[in-house]
């Protein structure tokens, strides 16, 4: 028995033998493509922390270096496509080695590169060269050699965790050489890895034989090389010729088309071309490209973006900056390497939209740092979120595209599918450093960083749109010959599927989002060689765009269900009044959790301190905000889901209510510190404690409100839909149904409620026109309109204008204040009754102006009124006393409503006025001799700010055109105050930005101290813009919503807390609040600018022999005198 057991035990140990040799070739196979993987991921990414270096070192630039990487991108997505064929001609195994050959040639001519054109040469030619013939192979031979496709999918996920790692990890490794010896020291790394990997593929056999009469399309591969080269050249030129970009990428368009063309025709005569067309007739495929692309675009341009801010803006040296980039390593390594665990338990789409989502969350969190002064470790979370984003995705998308086709077009979609992915790369290195090169600022960072993230968006809807259940025409993982022709019926089958799908869950869940927000069914792609074996079968469909039950879901499998079923003549369906109500009352778990949050964020401070009653007003709009966006996530989240949905547990509620309770608790009580601490540092009040505690409820009651109001407009969405379905078919009368919705509110909103308000508005303001103010009285002088000899009726001047000319001070009053006689000075005014439009209106005051002997004065001043024709006493007054009264005055009036109503129907008017009157006394002014010419200033404040910069078209024409000009408060839409703003000087803040070194215009928050730039000469004429750090006029703007302003991630100026921050959405709605209480603050804060015109003219008009004392009594007198 012995001497029989002891063969079988042989046999056993043979056979154990066979396998663990077998197992162990085929990690060293696998090891080596792999690392071949690793080392041209690498070579990609690694010179992005050697730009310094590189760029001292060869006498080059930044932007030198920028071409080389991207030539080398570039040479191999021209380039793969036809080394994908000659690996079906040469066979695998020769073309993988050849490229080897090349590559190691390549670093080592890079290493001892004496200047940029040799390193192009090594490094962008002969490595592109090199990686176009190994690349290929790589993911032909891991196709063939692992049929199964779990081991498959870990096979893929170890190369693309070896490729990610290249490319992640690349900057900390190219920055540890760097650091530690030279950058040439990692080109030579790159041979040595070669010289393993050839060591590694001693033993590697090629599954199929090489067919040496295997034609090759020598036209198409030069076609396609040239096309991609002309399309990217295009890319790179973009900062330096708009019309060379275009003209380039149009001719790289139209050489592709001739490219197709010559496919096309090459099929047609029955020569195979370089890339067979029926490639492209695979949906699955086609859409799995388009998320490669999308990925690697985002990898490198990532990369290149952030390695160029860290080591260009923030100075890191090259080891550092690869530290940093170690977070994106860790994270693309530890989702790479779970490729197999996920490819087991989730479908591939879910997990390119998974690794889409992640990704585009870890972009968001690098784009925050933009404009901060963040920590050395701030980049670290969103470089961790953006790696683990991009392992989740990559394994997949390589799978989904490999998996589609037979073994006989693994070369064609092979060097296809690298192509386009180094495509991806080359384009994504292109773009970020066209707009970094543009200018390496951190608003070039924020800029580059969001085209890649709208890029990102791209892949994410070609991801959802991915079929659930992909393959062939029978489902089957590799289509034959004659499924490639048919592929365009299979995808009018799955899209009209995927279409129906759709339908029926947006349905189901307008349905039933007030009951559960857990009902609809959640289907994704499965695994791409088989069924999923966990999510249950798909539900047919009834015929009427809804899925019917199967038959055995009406028998009872329990007892308890028994007693749950109701009897056959009972209806179990609520009534229909009975589901109304619980539609209107019912609240989703997600969107309380969304509620809750942005509800807590709402108490966070703003500009100006606010009462109870307001924080009710904001607390309950943005919790009504934060309700929707919770909804809207969960319905994200359950198109992204495997298995079916459930409704929350009880004990979910439970947790929500403690943490509500808590939170809100948190929140008001920090909330009230934070308004305590704004009212003392601008000596406000307190506000009334009942005001205070009345504040949650308003926010209950506007909540309800917002909400009720929605689920009105669902319902009269839902009513309409299915009014029209009686007529027209679901799809169109569910699309209809939004329209006609959206349609009717736009009308009620924009043509009954605004235009009903503007009448009403308009009303009431016209019958305040006609009245007079106290202390305003009928001129007794002919200096002023509506006095003896006008030309304008006093009646005529309207409220506003006989406040400005029945008031002001006197020539005694001035010669008090200067200390010598002095005149009285001269004001005109046309009302909206003086004349029927703008240009006459202007007409008058100027006739009326010149009657007066305005243009004899040595100073004329052109005010652009407010929405009602309101100036401002302080700044006229100011500029007649610092004048000595040789002064004249002019303005028009051009609406009756108040600033924030004008800004909504009367925006042209305040345009017309400030342009027209400018005009009218321009052309009077430059008819006088120049010797007899007074100098001419501008002023504006608020909404007259906006129509003052109207007269002028910048910078020049303000230099050239007047003496000098004061704008106080200017909106945020002003349109030269952004230009100024957006274009200030690097190292300026926001909220006092340096134009120019200050030459014409200047900005000031505090004009007694000195007006930066201090050191440099303010010569000529003078443009002061006036404005306070926490005047909401200044600093509202509708892109708070979803955009982070510069002035916030800044220092906060001196009446501004430290403590306030951005939050998406929040941040509006807190700015909103404050617009009304703008001028219910202390002089000096707000849109208060009363004590501190006698400085900012004091700087503008230079007048002699003002000494600082002057000013200060001055002061005095302008502010008792409001």
Not at 421 to 437: D, F, K, M, P, R
Not at 674 to 699: D, N, T
Request: aromatic share 8%; proline share 6%; with cysteine.
């Amino acid at each position: 028995m012995a001497e029989t057991a002891e063969p079988g035990q042989r046999a056993q140990r043979q056979q154990a033998g066979e396998r663990t040799g077998k197992r162990a070739a085929q990690r060293r196979v696998l090891a080596a493509l792999a690392l071949a993987q690793f080392v041209c991921s690498f070579a990609g990414s690694n010179m992005n922390v050697m730009i310094n270096d590189i760029s001292r070192d060869l006498n080059t630039t930044v932007q030198g270096v920028q071409v080389a990487i991207t030539v080398f991108l570039l040479v191999m997505a021209a380039l793969m496509i036809p080394g994908g064929k000659l690996t079906d001609r040469f066979g695998r195994k020769r073309c993988f080695l050849a490229g080897l050959i090349v590559y190691a040639v390549g670093a080592l001519v890079s290493a001892a590169a004496p200047g940029l054109g040799v390193l192009i040469l090594g490094n962008s030619i002969l490595e592109g060269i090199g990686t176009a013939l190994l690349i290929p192979p790589v993911y032909i031979l891991t196709t063939l050699l692992y049929r199964e496709m779990t081991a498959r999918a870990r096979a893929f996920g170890v190369i693309m965790a070896f490729g990610g790692i290249g490319a992640a990890a690349g900057p900390l490794i190219g920055g540890l050489i760097t650091a530690g010896i030279s950058w040439r020291a990692a080109f030579v790394f790159q041979a040595l890895v070669i010289a393993v990997i050839v060591v590694l593929s001693s033993r590697l056999d090629d599954p199929l034989p090489p067919d040496r009469g295997r034609p090759f399309d020598t036209g198409g591969a030069v076609l396609s090389a040239v096309g991609l080269v002309l399309v990217v050249l295009g890319i790179l030129a973009a900062d330096n010729d708009i019309r060379l970009t275009a003209g380039l990428l149009v001719l790289g368009a139209l050489v592709l088309w001739w490219f197709l063309h010559h496919a096309r025709a090459r099929e047609r005569s029955g020569r195979e071309p370089l890339l067979s067309l029926a490639l492209f007739r695979n949906r699955t495929s086609d859409l799995g490209l388009v998320t490669q692309n999308v990925q690697w675009l985002m990898l490198m341009g990532a990369s290149f973006t952030v390695a160029a801010y860290l080591q260009v803006v923030r100075h890191y040296d090259a080891l550092k900056t690869g530290v940093v980039f170690t977070a994106a390593t860790l994270g693309l390594l530890t989702s790479s390497l779970a490729a197999e665990r996920f490819a087991q338990r989730r479908r591939p789409r879910t997990l390119i939209l998974t690794g889409f989502a992640v990704a585009l969350a870890g972009l968001a969190a690098l784009i925050a740092l933009a404009g901060r002064h963040p920590t050395d470790w701030a980049a670290v979370p969103g470089l961790l979120l953006f790696g683990l984003g991009l392992g989740v995705m990559l394994t997949p998308s390589v799978n989904v595209v490999q998996s589609s086709f037979p073994e006989e077009r693994q070369g064609e979609i092979s060097g296809l599918s690298r192509s386009v992915s180094n495509l991806g790369s080359a384009c994504g290195t292109a773009i970020a450093g066209t707009i970094l090169v543009a200018g390496l600022t951190t608003h070039a960072y924020a800029a580059a960083l969001t085209a890649l993230a709208a890029t990102g968006l791209v892949g994410l809807a070609a991801a959802a749109f991915l079929p659930r259940t992909p393959g062939g025409r029978n489902g089957s993982p590799h289509p034959d010959r004659r499924t490639l022709s048919t592929d365009t019926d299979t995808d009018t089958e799955t899209d009209a599927e995927t279409e129906t799908d759709a339908e029926t869950e947006t349905d189901a869940e307008m349905e039933t989002d007030a009951e559960t927000e857990t009902d609809a069914e959640a289907g994704t792609m499965g695994n791409v060689s088989s069924p999923p074996a966990g999510p249950s079968p798909r539900k047919p469909h009834d015929g009427k765009g809804r899925r019917a039950e199967p038959d055995t879901a009406d028998q009872p499998s329990t007892a308890a269900e028994a007693a749950r079923t109701p009897a056959p003549d009972e209806d179990p369906r609520p009534s229909p009044q009975a589901r109304k109500r619980r539609e209107l009352l019912f609240l989703t778990l997600p969107g309380c959790w969304g509620a809750l949050v942005l509800a807590c964020l709402s108490f966070t401070p703003s500009l100006l301190p606010r009462g109870g009653l307001v924080q009710g007003l904001i607390s309950g709009v943005t919790a009504a905000i934060g309700y929707g966006l919770g909804v809207l996530a969960a319905c994200v989240w359950r198109a992204f889901a495997d298995r079916e949905a459930r409704p929350p547990r009880h004990r979910s509620w439970t947790a929500f209510g403690v943490a509500a309770a808590v939170l809100l608790g948190l929140s008001f009580g920090f909330g009230q510190y934070w308004q305590h601490e704004i009212r003392s540092l601008m000596g406000v009040s307190e506000y009334s404690i009942l005001l205070v505690v009345l504040s949650p409820f308003v926010a209950v009651l506007v909540f309800c409100l917002i909400l009720l109001t929605g689920r009105g407009l669902r319902g009269m969405y839902r009513w309409t839909a299915d009014l029209l379905r009686r007529r027209i078919g679901p799809r169109a009368a569910t699309a209809t149904g939004w329209i006609a919705v959206a349609a009717l509110v736009w009308v009620v909103v924009t043509g009954v409620l605004l235009n009903g308000f503007v009448a009403v508005a308009n009303e009431a303001f016209s019958v305040r026109d006609t009245t007079t103010e106290e202390g305003a009285h009928r001129p007794t002088t002919s200096l002023r309109s509506g006095g003896p000899g006008s030309l304008i009726p006093w009646e005529s001047l309207g409220m506003q204008g006989r406040n400005f000319t029945g008031t002001g001070p006197t020539a005694d009053a001035i010669g008090d204040f200067t200390g010598r006689p002095s005149r009285a000075p001269i004001r005109s005014y046309a009302g909206l009754a003086t004349a029927q439009d703008t240009e006459s209106r202007a007409a008058a005051a100027v006739a009326d102006l010149s009657r007066q002997g305005g243009f004899g004065r040595a100073n004329l001043l052109v005010v652009t009124t407010t929405g009602s024709g309101w100036v401002d006493p302080a700044a006229v007054d100011s500029f007649e006393y610092l004048s000595g009264g040789d002064s004249a005055a002019v303005a028009i009036q051009y609406s009756y409503l108040p600033s924030w109503i004008s800004y909504l129907v009367d925006q042209s008017k305040a345009r017309e006025a400030g342009r027209a009157l400018f005009d009218a006394v321009y052309d009077r002014w430059s008819k006088l001799p120049p010797d007899q010419r007074p100098r001419l200033f501008v002023a504006g404040e608020s909404l007259g700010s906006f129509g003052g910069e109207t007269a002028f078209s910048g910078e020049y024409d303000l230099r050239n055109r007047t003496a000098g000009t004061l704008f106080a408060g200017p909106p945020n839409f002003n349109t030269l105050f952004r230009e100024f703003s957006d274009h200030r000087d690097t190292g300026s803040p926001e909220i006092q930005p340096v134009h120019r070194n200050g030459r014409t215009v200047r900005f000031t928050s505090d004009p007694r101290a000195d007006i930066p730039p201090a050191d440099q000469p303010w010569q000529g004429s003078r443009v002061l813009y006036l404005m306070h750090p926490s005047d909401p006029i200044v600093w509202w703007s509708p892109r708070l919503i979803l955009h982070r302003p510069d002035w916030i991630g800044e220092p906060a100026g001196q009446d501004v807390m430290q403590g306030m921050f951005w939050v998406p959405f929040v941040t509006f709605w807190q700015v909103t609040a404050d617009l009304p209480f703008a001028t219910e603050v202390p002089d000096g804060h707000g849109h208060k600018y009363t004590g501190e015109y006698v400085d900012a003219w004091n700087a503008v008009l230079r007048p002699a022999g003002v000494t600082a004392h002057d000013l200060a009594r001055l002061r005095d007198i302008i502010v008792a005198g409001q």
